[in-house]
């Protein structure tokens, strides 16, 4: 067969476990940032406090995670969670552990890697913003949460946008990590694929592709967003 | 006019310190300094607990040989990498069309796509065609998974420094350039002597991170079978189901990526100290 009909949708080509595997990449990485965008946000949100053990406590977190391996934490979350469930059903009483996801499993650890960068990205974001900005929200009778959501997000979302923009690049590729706990993304298929048809060249080929593809489709998402998010500016 | 008082005031006692209120920042700060620091304790009582003198002299010295594999791949994929990278900086910033065009879809490809995708990609599919690197007598280095690891790190490498570099350039002002023809010195000299060290305390930083990422990033060997530090923590993982395996690499790399974090902060303070005031 050549590499039109091993591209073939249906029961002899594998465009359709590809397409599947397309999805559950896609899927996966949604599913992660909005979980990794809202720890980041609050690792930053203690990174900037004024209360010691709080800085402390979060700069321990995006030591562990931007030092160790992606890979490490996705074998130590998928694993370390088997155990301690096993450990966990066998002390409630339980004769059976139950079978953890791989979805779920790369779901926590790279939400753990995303944060560690994303609480960064806040947190020279927060930087940016003069402090007069908090003071006016104040001065105008605002509450500490109205001044955050009226006055600093709006800003931070902007000057966070384009570091943001790059981690979600880099979430995109790190799913690809997934796929040796098991999880049928682009990559597994793409392997399965090659193995049974021989053909490694060509459906690794059509791997790195869909991450192009992918990869090309983020950014102009984020260049509408970015445009968007910018609507206010003078002089834009 | 002027005014003198006669009679100074008595010395008065400081203010009495604020006392400091249990405000939620503050009881969450304690609570999650509580926490790391109870995990902290548990990890090394459980691994105190574990030791067992047999698993270490079993495992040790092939952890500390991962160890080696994995800082000989990084070191020399980075070094090689750096040396790919200047041709690529400078075709990406010509003018020529092609040159440039060649170096951004080198850049954009190995950027875009993830590392275990490349890495695949050369170990597993370029034996799609081994009858024709046969006969240009290249099948022995593609057969071995070091060596598709070492030409895939490499290659990736490349592009992310040819982007760290070009930024780095761009960044000196075009007037160090004229300034250097002003002095009759070649664009070569200029560059080597006037843009190179500039742009090199622009670069270090990134530079830095680049290697970090090179470390973490080459674990993904491990599934090639390559026996780097992941490798072997995988390898003793399967043979005894023990989570402490995982542990051990856990600190091992975080050893290695704090210590380099460290070092390149010195240097960068040593390099930069006539720019602070």
Request: aromatic share 14%; proline share 3%; hydrophobic share 55%.
């Amino acid at each position: 067969m050549d590499a039109l009909g091993y591209l073939a949708f249906g029961d002899t080509g594998w465009s359709d476990e590809i397409a599947r595997g397309f999805v559950v990449t896609t899927t996966l990485a949604l599913a992660t940032l909005p979980i990794g965008l809202l720890m980041g946000f609050f690792l930053a949100l203690a990174k900037k406090s004024e209360e010691e053990t709080l800085r402390l406590a979060a700069d321990v977190y995006t030591t562990i995670f931007r030092g160790l391996p992606e890979l490490l934490t996705i074998f130590m979350v998928y694993f370390g969670l088997q155990i301690a469930i096993r450990q966990a059903s066998i002390a409630l009483g339980f004769e059976q552990g139950i079978e953890i996801n791989a979805f779920i499993a790369g779901m926590i650890a790279l939400a753990f890697v995303f944060s560690s960068y994303a609480s960064e990205v806040f947190l020279s974001a927060f930087r940016a913003i003069p402090a007069g900005q908090y003071e006016a929200g104040y001065a105008l009778g605002l509450t500490r949460w109205q001044t955050m959501r009226t006055i600093i997000a709006p800003q931070l979302i902007r000057i966070a946008l384009p570091g943001l923009g790059n981690l979600w690049l880099i979430l995109l590729k790190d799913t690809a990590l997934i796929s040796v706990i098991g999880l049928s993304d682009i990559m597994r298929q793409a392997g399965i694929a090659a193995r049974v048809t021989k053909e490694a060249f060509l459906f690794f080929s059509v791997a790195c592709l869909l991450y192009l593809v992918l990869a090309i489709l983020s950014s102009f998402v984020f260049a509408r967003i970015e445009r968007a998010a910018k609507r206010a500016e003078v002089g834009a | 006019m002027t005014v003198i008082r006669e009679t100074l005031l008595a010395p008065q006692p400081a203010p009495p310190d604020i006392a400091r209120s249990w405000s939620a920042a503050r009881i969450t700060g304690h609570a999650l300094m509580t926490f790391w620091v109870t995990a902290g304790v548990f990890l090394v009582w459980w691994l105190v607990g574990a030791w067992d003198i047999a698993f270490v002299e079993r495992y040790l010295p092939r952890y500390l040989n991962g160890l080696r594999i994995t800082l000989t791949l990084v070191g020399i994929s980075i070094v090689l990498g750096a040396a790919l990278s200047l041709p690529l900086a400078f075709m990406r910033m010509s003018t020529n069309r092609a040159l440039s065009g060649f170096a951004y879809g080198y850049v954009y490809f190995f950027r875009g796509t993830p590392l275990i995708a490349q890495l695949f990609l050369i170990y597993y599919g370029f034996g799609s065609f081994r009858a024709e690197l046969e006969a240009v007598g290249l099948w022995w280095f593609f057969r071995d998974a070091w060596n598709c690891a070492l030409f895939a790190f490499t290659l990736n490498t490349a592009a992310y420094q040819a982007e760290i570099l070009r930024g780095a350039i761009e960044s000196v002002k075009k007037g160090q350039w004229e300034a250097g023809d002003a002095l009759g010195l070649t664009r070569l000299q200029t560059f080597r002597k006037i843009i190179l060290p500039q742009a090199m305390i622009v670069a270090l930083r990134p530079y830095g991170n680049e290697i970090i990422l090179m470390i973490k990033g080459s674990a993904i060997v491990a599934i090639v079978t390559v026996f780097d530090l992941m490798g072997e923590t995988r390898r003793a993982f399967s043979r005894t189901f023990d989570f402490q395996t995982y542990l051990w690499a856990a600190v091992f790399y975080l050893v290695i990526v704090e210590t380099l974090r460290i070092v390149l902060d010195r240097i960068e303070r040593r390099l930069t100290r006539h720019l602070l005031r």
